[in-house]
Each structure stands twice: as C-alpha cells, then as structure tokens.
C-alpha cells in the first residue's frame, strides 16, 4: 500500500491548488480516505475526509466552502481542491487511509491517530 502527495507549493493569499494522492497497491474503492494537515507547532488534524461507499464527505469548518474533495478511483487517485487560500493553511498535507477498510463516519476523519497509512506529504505554504 502507498499513498504520494503532489500539487503543494508557495501560493499568495487568495490563491489555489489541487492537491493530489495517487495511490498503488490496495483498491481505492473499498476504503475511506482522507487529507490531513500538521502546521508548525500543532497538532495533525483532519482536513476532509471521502467514505468508501456512499461518497459522504467531511470537512473541518475552517475550510467548509473553500475546499472540495474528491476520488477517482478509475485513476487510483484522490484529489483536494483549495481555493481562497489562508495564511491559516499553511501546512505539510497527508494524505492518508488504513490497511483494511474500515467504517466511515465523521470520527474516521477526526481520530487521525488511528489511521494507519501515510503519505511522504506535501508542503503547502499561503503568503505574500
């Protein structure tokens, strides 16, 4: 199971980008994934979060109405489309999931200490 982050950069306040994580080695389709984020001196938290059977999805409330999230499981490939980029973004952002599916609901999204695959990360900087 792999999961690789793409997509992060130095972006101005106000600015997008599309995160990506392609995935190998498991089917996409089966299970919950999900964005996560670690800014300087906090915790990880959960940004957004996709199910594995009905397309549900979370969002933390800082970034309900900017970011979207989304599968391709065609593709093998989640993405997390930022738009209206704060300096509050900044961070290195996971991508992650776990090794058998598991039930999805909004905790999945939450306990981010249970989920049990990571990607390398992708740093994410909002400034002018």
């Known amino acids: 199971v792999q999961l690789v982050e793409s997509g992060g950069g130095l972006v101005q306040p106000g600015g997008s980008l599309r995160l990506s994580c392609a995935t190998s080695g498991f089917n996409l389709d089966r299970y919950p994934i999900g964005w996560f984020r670690q800014a300087p001196g906090k915790e990880r938290e959960g940004v957004s979060c996709i199910s594995n059977t009905d397309g549900s999805t979370y969002y933390t409330p800082s970034v309900r109405g900017r970011f979207t999230i989304s599968r391709d499981n065609a593709n093998h490939t989640v993405y997390l489309q930022m738009n209206d980029l704060k300096p509050e973004d900044t961070a290195v952002y996971y991508c992650?999931?776990?090794?058998?599916?598991?039930?999805?609901?909004?905790?999945?999204?939450?306990?981010?200490?249970?989920?049990?695959?990571w990607g390398q990360g992708t740093q994410v900087t909002v400034s002018s």
């Open positions: 992650a999931t776990d090794r058998i599916p598991r039930k999805y609901g909004i905790s999945w999204c939450l306990f981010y200490k249970y989920r049990e695959v």
